[in-house]
């Protein structure tokens, strides 16, 4: 069975960084896309970052480009999400996914999720 667990989260003030890690098992990981989301408090989940572990590239929604960065280590099966000069609202529980790769768009439709880990960023 597929399985996601993600970990990092925490407290932090604004202006700080987290790392976030997302350990995957279950499947080959370079034909996955691996992506973050996340949901805020009376908010819907969105996406954050998207990495197609097939080419290695990274998308990010523009909220958090220039801000975030997303890599792996394929020999661990770790994608991470690392944040700089974090916000109030960047404050949400945190969620990793991954998608079978096709032709297309990437980290549209994830069919196994972890089970999140909360960022809180102070003022």
């Known amino acids: 069975e597929v399985h996601l667990v993600e970990s990092g989260g925490g407290l932090v003030q604004a202006g700080g960084s987290l790392r976030l890690s997302c350990v995957v098992s279950?499947?080959?990981?370079?034909?996955?896309?691996i992506g973050w989301f996340r949901q805020a408090p009376g908010k819907e989940r969105e996406g954050v970052s998207c990495l197609d572990n097939g080419n290695g590239r990274g998308y990010y929604a523009d909220s958090v480009k220039g801000r975030f960065t997303i890599f792996s280590d394929s020999a661990e099966n770790t994608v991470y999400l690392q944040m700089d000069s974090l916000k109030p609202e960047d404050t949400a529980v945190y969620y990793c996914?991954?998608?079978?790769?096709?032709?297309?768009?990437?980290?549209?439709?994830?069919?196994?999720w972890g089970q999140g880990t909360r960022v809180t960023v102070s003022s």
């Open positions: 996914a991954a998608e079978t790769i096709t032709v297309g768009p990437q980290c549209l439709s994830p069919e196994h």
């Open positions: 279950g499947f080959t990981f370079e034909d996955y896309a």
